[in-house]
């Protein structure tokens, strides 16, 4: 691709299409322009206005675009196209014309839009424009497209996670909970394993919205800072960060302590995420994360291996085992990178004091959210009790480094791998320092509103 394309563009089509509708569903299109940006980076930025008919300023409208060279069609691909669902207003598209045509001269192109369907729903998918705070939708094809370059940079994705009182985890798993930890039998466990995954029925009655990555290097550097390992590399998965880079000083007196408080440090990472977008993110519980990763997977193991030794862990199609983002296929949630890459923060208390004794971590059983069934219902885990040094949190997934052998606590020996990568591993972090190296995380935003119950009462 050269730096000397020329590009023009028009509205409506005078390319044969099945999907735009006729007369643009009552929807005008204008004022549409297309620019390579300078110096010459593989992006080009489609902005356009869409006029709605009087009365449907709010909709959502799902667009069609298409290419050509003067002869034929240009291929766009999958995730070569930033594609919101636009609305009434000035909107913009971006075409990374280096994931479609790397090396290749097009000449002349010319870009067609149409609207393809109006009064869309916000789908599953949305993305932040960490540049302007703006948060944008997409519809249910984003699946197919958010593993790109876009979304690993300027554009951070969130997935809608249901909650379990809803319809979707009904038709998923049959029940209105799901189980967290793992079964007394499960191999490759260690003693300290078999104590912290004791399991407990979990009751969720919000969905959230979880990253589809772990937070990447252009997104942790979008906020000033520099990151310490492959610093501007949209593909990489920043680490050397901090529970307190993340979210402020976490002691019981730091003002930043969960669950006593939810507010964050404003400089830190969140705290200026916030206030870019008005929006309150955080990182996931511990409870938010491992349903999140396991998707209904009751196994030990997200993708089910049928066999478990040191090469089906290395090849397996879930488990990164790599610092770049999007290598391996996502869990049936679509989250990408859950294990295998890098320790992921939770917001969950993970000690009782600040003594490395194992009776000291927290387990399921310690969290105070139990129902008169023992049913742990929205859990955040437990609240600190002293505020004489930094405090413990969990981390879940480990990461990318893990090596050597293990045997578990049934004589059972193999890779380490076997044992940090199952759903249920859950690792005590110290939040200030530690193990800094492969520290990461992703990001959560709760719903407010709580889902309706979906079962009747007494069921």
């Known amino acids: 691709m050269k730096t000397n394309i020329f590009l023009l563009a028009t509205a409506g089509w005078a390319l044969a299409s099945t999907a735009a509708l006729e007369n643009n569903g009552g929807f005008t299109i204008s004022e549409v322009t297309v620019k390579s940006r300078q110096p010459w980076q593989n992006y080009v930025d489609v902005d356009f206005t869409l006029t709605a008919p009087a009365g449907r300023e709010i909709e959502l409208v799902e667009m069609e675009v298409a290419a050509s060279n003067g002869f034929d069609r240009v291929t766009l691909a999958d995730t070569s196209l930033h594609a919101p669902l636009a609305k009434h207003g000035r909107n913009r598209f971006i075409w990374n014309a280096g994931t479609s045509y790397s090396g290749v001269t097009l000449g002349k192109v010319r870009f067609y839009l149409a609207v393809a369907s ?6 599953l998918y949305f993305t932040v424009n960490l540049r302007t705070g703006e948060r944008n939708w997409y519809p249910a094809a984003f699946s197919n497209r958010v593993n790109a370059l876009f979304y690993t940079g300027e554009f951070m994705p969130f997935r809608y996670i249901p909650s379990t009182v809803s319809q979707t985890w009904k038709e998923l ?13 499960e191999i490759w466990k260690s003693d300290a394993d078999f104590s912290r995954e004791k399991q407990r029925e979990v009751k969720l009655t919000h969905g959230f919205w979880l990253g589809v990555f772990p937070v990447s290097v252009p997104q942790w550097e979008a906020f000033g800072s520099t990151a310490p390992y492959n610093p501007g590399s949209a593909d990489y998965v920043v680490n050397e960060t901090t529970y307190e880079k993340v979210r402020g000083t976490d002691k019981l007196s730091s003002g930043f302590c969960f669950p006593v408080t939810t507010n964050v440090a404003p400089n830190s990472y969140i705290g200026r995420l916030r206030t870019k977008t008005g929006l309150g993110f955080d990182l996931p519980t511990e409870y938010q994360w491992e349903y999140a990763c396991r998707a209904g997977e009751t196994n030990a193991y997200w993708w089910t291996p049928t066999t ?8 397996n199609p879930g488990a990164t085992k790599d610092r770049r983002l999007g290598t391996k296929k996502p869990n049936r949630w679509g989250l990408y ?6 320790h992921n923060w939770t917001t969950t208390l993970g000690r009782k004091s600040n003594s490395p004794s194992e009776s000291e971590v927290h387990v399921y059983a310690d969290d105070p959210a139990s129902d008169a069934n023992g ?7 437990c609240t600190p009790t002293y505020d004489n040094t930094t ?9 990318s480094g893990a090596n050597g052998d293990i045997t578990d606590r049934f004589g059972n020996t193999g890779s380490i791998m076997q044992r940090v990568y199952r759903s249920a591993y859950r690792y005590p972090q110290i939040a200030n320092a530690g193990e800094t190296y492969n520290e990461g995380f992703r990001l959560c935003l709760t719903e407010d509103q709580a889902d309706t119950e979906w079962f009747p009462g007494g069921e």
């Open 391 to 399: 405090l413990y949190r969990v981390t879940r997934g480990s990461h």
């Open 173 to 185: 798993a049959g029940t209105n909970t799901f189980v967290i930890g793992s079964p007394d039998d």
């Open 308 to 315: 478990v030794t040191n090469y089906t862990m290395t090849s």
């Open 118 to 123: 109006t009064n869309a729903q916000k789908g």
């Open 337 to 342: 990178d859950m294990v295998g890459c890098v």
């Open 375 to 381: 049913i742990l219902v929205d859990p955040v885990g």
